[in-house]
């Protein structure tokens, strides 16, 4: 089953380190989407990203956060200078394009350490 | 208010029993309400959804409810299995958007 690959499972950086976590969506899939867990709290919206610009971000994806289709696989979300905040699980999330809601399919994510 | 409240955090069931999880929203433009499972290490799957046209939608054992005069939908698992010990979100999008508003989570453990 296709499924989306996100890598490195475990970051670690220190404070004002810049950090690309990595995400391969499935091959057919048009919408991505960027989400992040800081522990014990919710899953919250980042950013969306279709036909290569953003279409929605959050009040959190500030000017630290970028995202890039680099190349016709992968997903990219840059923190340009980490803070100790910025500590959660990160998950990416593709869907195809539908008329109505699309069904999203989440990676197992990236556990984002800022010492 | 783009907030989503879930209950209990927490949830014991044995093995045959009904989970019930619910949810509670205040933003009316929310027009899909999709619950996630999530294993440890792994990211959250898509379980079951509902549109607020229904007032129940049920697949399998897993059965939403919607009430949209009470800003409420819940999540109810019937005949819980070990294997549905998870933890499991609700969520909500807003019309026009495709972003996901998630619940805080509960975390079902279903005793042998």
């Known amino acids: 089953e296709p499924e989306v690959t996100q890598t490195p499972s475990h970051q670690v950086t220190q404070m004002g380190q810049e950090v690309i976590l990595r995400c391969v969506p499935i091959?057919?899939?048009?919408?991505f989407y960027w989400y992040r867990q800081i522990l014990g709290q919710k899953v919250e919206f980042l950013v969306s990203f279709y036909n290569n610009e953003i279409s929605e971000k959050s009040e959190i994806f500030d000017d630290q956060f970028s995202v890039e289709r680099p190349d016709g696989s992968n997903f990219t979300l840059k923190i340009r200078s980490t803070k100790l905040e910025d500590s959660a699980m990160y998950f990416c999330?593709?869907?195809?394009?539908?008329?109505?809601?699309?069904?999203?399919?989440f990676g197992a994510g990236t556990r984002l350490s800022v010492l | 208010q783009q907030q989503v409240k879930q209950s209990p955090q927490s949830l014991i069931v044995q093995k045959g029993g009904i989970s019930i999880i619910n949810c509670a929203y205040e933003?009316?433009?929310?027009?899909?309400f999709p619950w996630y499972q999530q294993f440890p290490g792994k990211g959250p799957a898509l379980l079951i959804a509902?549109?607020?046209?229904?007032s129940e939608k049920k697949e399998g054992r897993f059965t939403i409810s919607f009430n949209k005069s009470a800003k409420q939908f819940s999540l109810h698992i019937m005949d819980s299995q070990p294997g549905d010990s998870a933890t499991y979100f609700c969520?909500?999008?807003?019309?026009?958007?495709?972003?996901?508003?998630f619940g805080k989570g509960t975390k079902l453990t279903v005793n042998p």
């Open positions: 933003n009316t433009a929310f027009d899909y």
């Open positions: 509902i549109r607020p046209d229904v």
């Open positions: 999330a593709s869907s195809e394009v539908y008329l109505a809601k699309n069904i999203q399919y």
């Open positions: 969520a909500a999008s807003p019309r026009g958007s495709e972003k996901l508003v």
């Open positions: 091959s057919n899939h048009l919408y």
